[in-house]
């Protein structure tokens, strides 16, 4: 019984422990596409976001995770290429969308939020969002 409770331990704490240094994740797409992105889940890694980066191709992306659902605004500081965003409610569905959103050239920059709370956010290359004809309340999926 000892046994079994050390090595349930074990494979508990060996799973929190990987899942805490993921650094990529798979995004399924509702056409059956996916790609691959960078997880951005604390605030330096938020904050730094695709800042400074040259390109992103279409098999990649970036995700943000957020610990709640809220009204993220985001911005294009210190970007080299336009982007689309989507914004996605716990359920993994997009609940705003954003088309083709430019570098930030000269400040001051805007920002781009959602209308509802989001807990996600996604970041791919701009024309995404029309090439997979991804519409609103679709879902996305990926397992954290």
């Known amino acids: ?11 508990v704490f060996i799973s929190v422990f ?11 797409f509702p056409d059956g596409e996916s790609i691959i992105a960078d997880l951005a889940k604390t605030e330096e890694e938020r904050t ?6 040259n390109t992103l191709n279409d098999d990649q992306g970036m995700l943000f995770v957020f610990e ?7 911005w294009m500081k210190n970007m080299n290429f336009a982007i689309d965003i989507l914004w996605l409610d716990r359920q993994k569905r997009i609940v705003h ?16 939020a959602p209308l509802v709370p989001a807990k996600y956010v996604l970041e791919i290359k701009a024309g995404n969002i029309e090439k997979r004809k991804l519409k609103m309340y679709e879902r996305i999926d990926f397992i954290l």
């Open 97 to 112: 969308l954003e088309h083709n959103v430019p570098p930030c050239k000269k400040e001051p920059c805007p920002s781009y």
């Open 1 to 11: 019984m000892k046994k079994t409770a050390v090595v349930l331990f074990m494979l």
């Open 68 to 74: 709640q659902e809220g009204l993220y605004s985001f």
């Open 48 to 53: 730094q976001g695709l800042m400074f980066r």
């Open 18 to 28: 990987l899942r805490s240094k993921v650094t990529h994740i798979r995004i399924f």
